[in-house]
């Protein structure tokens, strides 16, 4: 059954995608685009079936977060709020700039903030800083237009940002999954106005998947040591950057 099976391969994504952002607060959306778009599906389609799934899987995942003591309350509703407005606006201009203009934009930030928590997870660990950071609307802001837009990056630029600027990692990656919910059923509801609902069995696939993985990434965000979780992400991020290099190299 070519279906079963797909909604499988799907379900397997969903699973690893979710677990990997659970435990490192990014790389959801980025994984799972990246398998759609692979799949020879435009990059609207990819990135409104990728925020389809993730209201539930980011929903589960917040929920988890929430339950093991990894929200920050003040900080998910400076996230949340304006990531909201910022991902309504890039689903409507989706349909008019090229995902992979974003997607190149994003890349000289992503090397440059990996490379700078690379350095700082190096250091002896220091105290963190629990206030809501400066300038923290804006980046929500920004991040729900350039996810909406690029199918993913919610995570990437805000847990990077966020945690470079001292913030606890366990307590940004949980607070960042929670925001995430509200942005990606804000894109979700703009893209099924403007594009409407395609390619259920991959979508359903994504978010069985995620949602079983879900409460484990959240438990191993609570068990990894701050220094840990900052080298993890650094990884990460760094590795998305040199792969946007890649494509556009290409």
Known sequence: MPAFSEFITF???GALAQLIDGALG???GITAASMLLGLGLPPVAASASVHYAETFTCGASGLSHLVAGNVRRRLFWALAMPGVAGAVIGALVLSHVPAAWMRMALTPYLLGMGLCLLLRGRRAPGEHDDRVPSATRPLGLVAGFADAVAGGGWSAITVTALVARGATPRMVIGTVHLAKCAVSAAASVSFLLH?????GVAVLGLIVGGVVAAPLGAAL????????????????????GLHGVAQALR
């Open 26 to 28: 990014m790389a959801y």
């Open 11 to 13: 379900a397997a994504v």
């Open 195 to 199: 594009v409407g609902a395609s390619h």
């Open 221 to 240: 965000t609570r068990r990894l040591p701050p220094r840990a979780a900052t080298l993890l992400a650094a990884t990460a991020v760094l590795g998305l």
